[in-house]
Antibody, heavy 122, light 110 residues
Framework: QVQLVESGGGVVQPGGSLRLSCEVS????????MHWVRQAPGKGLEWVAL????????NYAVSVKGRFAISRDNTENTLFLDMHSLRLEDTAVYYC???????????????WGHGTVVTVSS | QSVLTQPPSASGSLGHSVTISCTGT?????????VSWYQQHPGQVPRLLIY???KRPSGVPDRFSASKSGNTASLTVSGLQAEDEADYYC??????????FGGGTKLTVL
């Protein structure tokens, strides 16, 4: 069964850093565009970042550009999100998600992990 | 990036139909055939209901249908059931390799 399992969330002070991981099972991350999407407490979904299927291109929401970096380890079939200069407003559940179609596609996400909670608090 | 506009709430009676709108601009909803809809029950993970404006993944009941006209996309839930009570989100490709979401609509089944 296709599965995404996030980890790495926790409590961090403003200005701190955190690395999130997303372990992927039953498909290769080299075949799909992968996303990070977040959801602040009681709020809606916000797209954060994507990495291309070939791993040669990333893009970020304006709210995180320059502070967050998406990457992956093809050997471990794992996706990462490095978060720096964290702000109170970065507090959210962070989901990794798989694009609907294999190859290059920015359409929507058909497989989601259960999320990892990031809390930025002093 | 823009946020797509959805009504905060919607409601419909059991067995009836309800339509949720998602309004963007020609730079996102109106410019591409890449609108998706998601259902999220409290405390659960979002579930893809619709992609590419009208397509349903396998396993999604045909009670869920969608369309688009101009800069506005719509999701219709027919034959409302109690388990349809959830939050619904639209998303759209917004050009330049960006994805944007709507603010979400809380659907109440009366």
């Amino acid at each position: 069964q296709v599965q995404l399992v996030e980890s790495g969330g926790g409590v961090v002070q403003p200005g701190g850093s955190l690395r999130l991981s997303c372990e992927v099972s039953r498909f290769m991350i080299t075949d799909y565009v992968m996303h990070w999407v977040r959801q602040a407490p009681g709020k809606g979904l916000e797209w954060v970042a994507l990495i291309s299927n070939e791993g040669d291109f990333e893009n970020y929401a304006v709210s995180v550009k320059g502070r967050f970096a998406i990457s992956r380890d093809n050997t471990e079939n794992t996706l990462f999100l490095d978060m720096h200069s964290l702000r109170l407003e970065d507090t959210a559940v962070y989901y990794c998600a798989r694009e609907v179609w294999s190859g290059w596609s920015v359409n929507g996400a058909d497989v989601w992990g259960h999320g990892t909670v990031v809390t930025v608090s002093s | 990036q823009s946020v797509l506009t959805q009504p905060p709430s919607a409601s419909g009676s059991l067995g009836h139909s309800v339509t949720i709108s998602c309004t963007g601009t020609r730079r996102d909803v109106g410019g591409y055939e890449y609108v998706s809809w998601y259902q999220q029950h409290p405390g659960q993970v979002p579930r893809l209901l619709i992609y590419e404006v009208t397509k349903r993944p396998s396993g999604v009941p045909d009670r869920f249908s969608a369309s688009k006209s101009g800069n506005t996309a719509s999701l219709t839930v027919s034959g409302l059931q109690a388990e349809d009570e959830a939050d619904y989100y639209c998303s759209s490709y917004a050009g330049d390799n960006n994805l944007v979401f709507g603010g979400g609509t809380k659907l109440t089944v009366l």
